[in-house]
């Protein structure tokens, strides 16, 4: 999607080692958020970020940090993990004034083994 | 807090079939509601969006009114292509807020059938 890309596209990993995920965007947008998609919930807020330095939880936060060091960039890592959170994850930002865009990444696919 | 409930998939339709996915919401105030599309291997895309009661959303043939009083958005189209074979999403957000991340249904599969 226009001026959001995550990276990697695809990883597999194995249980108890650490993870970042990255999203990177090319347009200076304040807002950003990390979601999850997994049959049978939709997409569910992970974290979000309102600025450099600013982030909050989501609904499915445990097992996650985050981290935004520069308005580019967020991150997602999990510390440790597991093979529950293996899952599609999708980051996107919010574009433009009031709730009229939000912009998705193409997403992550990742299998934790 | 705020939820989407939107009806279980798949649904399976031949093509120039009607089309009409139930949506419900529960929240506090007033929300934007949307609709999200996605396609095979690929992020969600807005399909189409109403911010105010009575308020009409469309898009590429597809449509949606905010209903407040029974506190839905049921997407529709009139006469589905193959091409419109894709997960749809339901969501909401609140506009009163500064930042107001996107409350969304579990997602509806369509598969269009020529």
Known sequence: DAGITQSPRHKVTETGTPVTLRCHQTENHRYMYWYRQDPGHGLRLIHYSYGVKDTDKGEVSDGYSVSRSKTEDFLLTLESATSSQTSVYFCAIRVGQGNYGYTFGSGTRLTVV | ?114
């Open chain 2, 1 to 114: 807090g705020d939820s989407v409930t939107q009806m279980e998939g798949p649904v399976t339709l031949s093509e120039e079939a009607f089309l009409t996915i139930n949506c419900t919401y529960t929240a506090t105030g007033y929300p934007s509601l949307f609709w999200y599309v996605q396609y095979p291997g690929e992020g969600l895309q807005l399909l189409l969006k109403a911010t105010k009661a009575d308020d009409k959303g469309s898009n590429k043939g597809f449509e949606a009114t905010y209903r407040k009083e029974t506190t839905s958005f049921h997407l529709e189209k009139g006469s589905v292509q193959v091409s419109d074979s894709a997960v749809y999403f339901c969501a909401l957000s609140h506009i009163a807020s500064g930042n107001t991340p996107l409350v969304f249904g579990k997602g509806t599969r369509l598969s269009v059938i020529a």
